[in-house]
């Protein structure tokens, strides 16, 4: 079975670069079913990670069992792309203002 799914695209409006009206659960990431069983996870665009055989597996397998937020951080987590929960702190810091 070939599965493709772009998660970047909602039904109301598709991804663009400077687009600000994006759902905030919305990360840019999207996969790919090769016929040879490879998953390919891009993010807006760019091949951020590829799986292989048993990576693949579990990852389809897993990718079926969550909901939209919850495939965009999968996704985050699997290509090392999220935050590391200091963005907050950073941001008040006086070097950043």
């Known amino acids: 079975m070939r599965l493709s799914y772009k998660a970047h695209m909602t039904p109301e409006i598709e991804r663009r670069p400077g687009n600000t009206q994006m759902n905030s659960t919305d990360l840019g990431f999207s996969f790919k079913q090769s016929k040879n ?5 891009t993010h807006n665009g760019k091949r951020a990670a590829t799986l292989r055989k048993e990576k693949a597996e579990w ?7 969550l909901n939209f937020e919850g495939q965009q951080q999968e996704m985050a987590r699997l290509t090392g792309n999220y935050r590391r929960g200091n963005e907050r702190t950073a941001k008040q810091h006086p070097r950043n203002r």
């Open 37 to 41: 069983g490879d998953v390919s996870i």
């Open 59 to 65: 990852f389809l397998e897993d990718m079926s069992n």
